[in-house]
């Protein structure tokens, strides 16, 4: 029976798994080459830790690695695959770290397949992470719905590729999550179909829609990969979308930025330059609420968790 100890979290109330113990040895290799590696050859590990009957469509998984380049690696995975990176997630690994014991309060780095990103714990338990740079790649793309007309939004990136609109005639609001789904579930398949893409043909694989906010300066709903929506105001689409605010001229260097959550919660971001580079910080908070040994009993036929149809 094998078994795997991880550590959950919620950052904002997005739920962090983060794998500790019990992966199979990995080649020591770039973060990059251990998730085509693990995507190739250890897949199952992914689905029993992410998938039902363990845990369920929302979750965001993490393997945490050693590195050659950075204090240490992580690979994020959920119900449909594998991430460049995850923000929410780099948060909840930060608080993992400091329930082991591993780190004190200051900086940490780790190496994500997206590249290096660089993080803080702070003395009030936060925790912050320079992201990899952001950018938007293209202004104001139409995309036509049919008869429900068309939307508008900007694609963009910060660690994931995003299709961002504030014009797409929504309540953001958690009341309203069953028609945000539909809807961006809709806009998610248009886009795939008409085979519109980020940079170097990579699909677009969230839709963020913002809207307005009573105690931050917007509010948002993102729509994930795996087909459910972001607890967390999404520390990649914040990077994302500070990029585009930035380009806009609607946000200048260093000015703190606050977006909630469709659920509440709320990240703070800013941004910097670097050359012509952007270089995205966002902030948050984590909570452990697991430490749990998960077991692969080679008899159970749903140890390896469940297929998706």
């Known amino acids: 029976m ?24 990995l080649p020591p290799k770039s973060m990059l080459g251990k998730r085509e590696l693990l995507q190739r050859q250890y897949d199952r590990y992914r689905t029993a830790v992410i998938g039902e009957p363990r845990s369920s469509e929302v979750a965001v998984g ?13 690979v994020f995975f959920n119900n449909v695959g594998y ?34 990103v660089g993080a803080r714990l702070h003395e009030d338990g936060s925790a912050s992470f320079e992201n990899v740079p952001a950018y938007r790649y293209r202004k104001d793309q139409r995309i036509e719905l049919g008869s429900l007309g068309d939307i508008v939004g900007d694609i963009a990136y ?29 806009v998610q398949d248009v886009i795939r179909i008409k085979g519109i893409t980020g940079a170097n043909d990579a699909p677009i694989d969230h839709i ?66 670097q050359g012509d580079l952007l270089i995205p910080t966002v902030k948050g908070r984590a909570y452990v609420n ?12 749903f140890a390896w968790g469940i297929p998706r149809a």
């Open 208 to 273: 963020e829609l913002t809207g307005k906010s009573e105690i931050a300066d917007a509010k948002n709903y993102v729509r994930c990969p795996g087909g459910e929506y972001d607890r967390s105001p999404c520390g990649t689409g914040t990077s994302a979308k500070l990029a585009c605010l930035f380009e806009d001229g609607k946000l200048v260097e260093g000015q703190t930025y606050r977006i909630e959550s469709i659920i509440g919660s709320v990240f703070e971001g800013s941004i910097r330059k």
């Open 158 to 186: 910060g660690g994931n590729w995003f299709f961002i609109s504030s014009v797409h005639g929504h309540e953001v609001d958690i009341a309203r999550i069953d028609a945000l789904d539909i809807f961006a579930s809709l």
């Open 83 to 116: 991430l460049g990176m995850c923000g929410h997630g780099t948060i909840g690994l930060v608080s993992t770290l400091a329930y082991l014991g591993r780190i004190e309060p200051g900086p940490v780095t780790f190496e994500t397949p997206a590249g290096i």
């Open 2 to 25: 094998e078994r795997l100890r991880v550590i959950d979290s919620h950052t904002g109330g997005e739920p962090t798994r983060v794998v500790v113990e019990g992966l199979p040895d």
């Open 290 to 301: 697991g430490d749990t040994t998960l077991l692969i009993d080679p008899d159970d036929p």
């Open 62 to 74: 993490a393997y945490l690695l050693p590195s050659e380049s950075a204090d240490y690696g992580v």
